[in-house]
């Protein structure tokens, strides 16, 4: 009787193990882990505002969240144009790619270690 009740039990798990399986390949990863562009769009505050010798407004836009997009000085014109800024993964430099993820610019391969 145990031999029966352990095979369903264990034919429930396989069951349910290839279901998740295949519904993960069907519904595939998440377009910003392929590349595409961060899931979030960043969000930029100005922070301080200049005038130079040719009289053209500067604003200096602080971009949210911190440490992954540098400071930058558009025209005035512009700012209303930078509201959103969509960066694919790959155009980041690695040391932004770290504060988001570590695993996403990892310098350790995983792979199986065998011995000779």
């Known amino acids: 009787m145990q031999g029966w009740v352990g095979m369903t039990r264990q034919r429930s798990y396989l069951s349910t193990v290839i279901s998740s399986v295949s519904n993960q390949l069907v519904t595939g990863p998440p377009k910003w882990l392929l590349g595409a562009s961060l899931p979030h769009p960043k969000k930029p505050q ?3 505002r200049r005038t130079d010798k040719t009289g053209d407004s500067w604003c200096l836009l602080h971009w949210n969240p911190e440490n992954i997009l540098p400071d930058s000085w ?27 993820h570590p695993s996403f610019y990892s310098t350790h391969r995983y792979r199986k270690h065998r011995r000779k």
């Open 74 to 100: 558009v025209t005035e014109r512009t700012v209303e144009t930078q509201h959103k800024r969509i960066i694919p993964l790959t155009d980041l430099p690695q040391q932004s790619m770290l504060t988001l």
């Open 46 to 48: 100005v922070i301080a």
